[in-house]
């Protein structure tokens, strides 16, 4: 009979990136249960509705999480833009698409980078990094600032981007596209980094359905979900196909992602074709009234947005569902039979964004 | 020892931050800051570490781990708050779950400013902090001398 023990995990850990708390029951060298305990990142910014009025929650809400801090302002925005019956400029929801993409493109290659730190691939880590402070970089260009840029706001968007900046942007991501490719070669074909991901952390589809997950977690175990397929802001327009994989493990999550940074780079080139030109933003009077429910695709999966207005300028109620929250159950479920040396690695695959599941 | 002062090892913890000034700090240690040039290693363990660099405002739940990592740490040891919820809580000060910055808990010494602070900053606030220690770290071999001879 092998012995058992229990080992607490985190918060503050050697190589966990954000602060969750993990009881891991181990057999020996083998978990057998993971209890989570949350609560170290809970600030309790949705109370903030009722001391700040519904066009500063703006900034608020972009400040859930910096890495998906632009789609966070969105979400919340045109949650309100519904109940207000504001319909935003067609310019305005190319430019959301746009910074959404670019949001994606630079969340997924954090994520790539931390997934190469977490098999000790520093080097691979360093060069996606790399490549992501180029997204940055785009990002200062258009609206000034790095990570939290406050460039929504109710009824649109605060800056224009220019013809010739788009172009400028689209002829840098095509260079991009080159590097890329030689970068996600490794982890998708390097004999070493498969024998780390290949068949760790297994969560089949009837799981996935059962633990309800989201985003590239549920589309690794090969279920069609994206949310921008629904059509919210120029998603409608453009062209493009929901990619999944079949093989649910490790690799999978990571092939699903290393696909969309690609996907992402083309629905940025099919935004830029085919951007109207007009105005950014349209005035915004009085103060909302009703309710709304607002759906969105993050880099980790779907979120949901509630807003509940009652014809002051003080929100009654905001009510945001990240995606992580929805994928810490498919979590434990992949660290149950996992080896203790794997376990950093498995909760990064779900890619933990800790702020935003705690708000 | 003399030459110890010349690498500070860093601790990074995040607090109730947003994780905007947790990825900056990632990004200055990766090729295009590269913080590492100016002597600090980015270390995990805090009996490793000399400089605490904190993220984000304290809260009910983190605040023991704040000061177990501050006292686990060897002297002299140097507090860096990155970002405007470090410094003073921020936009999140009226939540009813923030106390505040992290000098609430632990005394800091050095402030970096910015919603999130940019990584020219963290790399001045760190350059700082590497100074200093330096400056701790002499005043406490003086301290050890006098009392020795």
Not at chain 1, 284 to 306: C, I, T
Request: net charge negative; hydrophobic share 40%.
């Amino acid at each position: 009979m092998a012995k058992r023990s229990v080992v607490p995990f985190g918060p503050q850990h050697p190589v966990l990136p954000e602060p969750i708390h993990l009881d891991l029951v181990m057999e020996d060298e083998t978990v057998i249960e993971a209890v989570p305990s949350i609560g170290y990142v809970h600030r309790g910014l949705e109370s903030l509705v009722k001391k700040k009025d519904f066009n500063e929650m703006v900034y608020v809400t972009e400040r859930i999480c910096g890495i998906c801090s632009f789609m966070h302002g969105m979400g919340y925005c045109s949650a309100v833009e519904k109940i207000m019956n504001v319909e935003v400029p067609r310019r305005a929801d190319y430019l959301r698409t746009i910074w959404s993409e670019m949001s994606r493109l630079h969340s997924h290659l954090l994520w790539l980078g931390l997934l190469a730190d977490a098999f000790g691939f520093e080097a691979l880590f360093m060069q996606s990094w790399r490549l992501r402070e180029k997204i940055l970089d785009m990002f200062e260009i258009s609206t000034g600032g790095r990570v939290i840029f406050s460039v929504n706001k109710i009824g649109g968007v605060l800056k224009d981007m220019p013809e010739d900046m788009l172009k400028s942007f689209v002829s840098i991501l095509n260079d991009m596209e080159k590097e890329l490719s030689e970068t996600t070669t490794v982890f998708l074909n390097e004999y070493t980094v498969r024998s780390r991901l290949e068949g760790v952390g297994i969560i089949t589809k009837e799981d996935a359905i059962r633990r309800g997950a989201v985003g590239p977690m549920m589309r690794a175990s090969g279920i069609e979900v994206d949310m921008r397929k629904t059509g919210y802001a120029a998603y409608s327009d453009i062209d493009f196909e929901v990619i999944t994989s079949d093989k649910c493990d490790s690799l999978a999550r990571c092939q699903v992602r290393i696909g969309e940074i690609f996907q992402s780079i083309g629905i940025i080139r099919q935004a830029v074709e085919k951007i109207p030109e007009g105005e950014i933003s349209v005035p915004v009077k009085g103060n909302p009234d009703g309710e709304y429910f607002m759906r969105l695709e993050q880099p980790r999966g779907e979120a949901f947005y509630y807003v509940r207005a009652n014809g002051t300028k003080f929100l009654d109620r905001m009510r945001v569902r990240t995606p992580t929250f929805a994928n810490i159950p498919a979590m434990l479920q992949t660290l149950q039979g996992a080896q203790f040396a794997d376990v950093p690695l498995l909760i990064l695959t779900i890619d933990p964004c800790i702020s935003c599941t705690e708000r | 020892m003399k030459t110890m002062h010349k690498s500070p090892w860093l601790l990074h913890y995040d607090g109730s931050s947003c994780n905007g000034c947790d990825i900056e700090v990632l990004a200055c240690t990766t090729p295009v800051y590269d913080v590492e040039r100016f002597g600090v290693v980015n270390t995990g363990n805090p009996m490793h570490a000399d400089i605490f660099l904190v993220t984000g405002g304290i809260n009910s739940q983190n605040e023991d781990v704040v000061k177990q990592i501050y006292s686990q740490m060897p002297d002299p040891k140097v507090v860096l708050a990155v970002g405007t919820c470090a410094c003073t809580g921020g936009i999140f000060k009226e939540c009813y779950n923030i106390k505040g910055g992290v000098d609430t808990v632990i005394p800091v010494d050095i402030y970096v400013p910015g919603c999130a602070a940019r990584p020219e900053s963290i790399i001045d606030g760190v350059v700082k902090a590497v100074a200093l220690f330096q400056k701790k770290h002499e005043e406490e071999e003086k301290k050890k001398n006098g009392r020795y001879r």
